[in-house]
């Protein structure tokens, strides 16, 4: 197979080249592959001078790490994370570390950890207002406190995620958050709320043709 070829100077040519690859990669299911890119771009971080890039960089080769079953490469990565966001003292690339952190924590099985470690990330993002960020993080303290048995605190969170997605018209992750809603309230028996929320899932799908990924079992919910 012909090597692809960059340029001598790391550049932010060669990183976004690298990236694009990387995204060829995972589309194409070759997971060693797409991490491989990803770790070089994360090693090589200071070359990288647009953080919102490198943050999705960092998500990611988290996403690789998880389909790897290499879950202490987390760890690895969410250090290097910290590392860079205090050298480069930017509060976003801080609150997505923690973001990494508590991913980290999900998949050692510790969700108490990770609902505290993402509730640091929603104290950086809240001054600032609304955003995906801030939504996301929701949604992940929601699956944090499901996963630990507190739907009731779940709900709030998700409810939370949702507003905010609405708000700020991240549609894509407004389905996923709408999903999740219908099986907590499942979990405490609301079948109704659950339904309703079942079917605003699928029909926000259907609008944006979502794809893979945004299955709400309604035979769960009926």
């Not at 001598?8 to 690859?21: G, H, I, K, Q």
Request: hydrophobic share 40%; glycine share 6%; aromatic share 12%.
């Amino acid at each position: 197979m012909e090597q692809q070829q960059f340029p001598d100077e790391r550049s932010s040519e060669y990183y976004v080249n690298l990236f694009e690859l990387a995204e060829t990669d995972i589309k194409n299911r070759r997971t060693e592959e797409a991490e491989e890119k990803l770790r070089t771009i994360i090693v090589e971080q200071r070359n990288v001078e647009d953080v919102e890039f490198l943050i999705q960089a960092y998500r990611w080769h988290g996403q690789m790490c998880i389909r790897l079953n290499r879950i202490e490469d987390l760890r690895w990565s969410y250090e290097q994370a910290f590392e860079e966001a205090g050298r480069r003292k930017d509060d976003h690339f801080l609150a997505s570390s923690y973001g990494f952190k508590g991913v980290y924590h999900f998949y050692k099985n510790e969700p108490g950890k990770a609902v505290e470690t993402l509730k640091q990330a929603i104290d950086i993002l809240l001054p600032a207002g609304d955003s995906k960020a801030l939504g996301l993080t929701y949604a992940e303290i929601a699956r944090g406190y499901f996963a630990a048995n507190n739907t009731l605190e779940s709900v709030q969170n998700i409810l939370e995620a949702i507003r905010i997605f609405e708000k700020v018209g991240a549609e894509d992750q407004l389905v996923r958050a709408l999903n999740s809603a219908a099986v907590f309230y499942v979990n405490l028996n609301d079948y109704v709320r659950a339904l309703d929320m079942g079917l605003k899932s699928l029909a926000l799908r259907d609008k944006i043709d979502a794809g893979f990924g945004y299955q709400t079992n309604l035979m769960n919910i009926v």
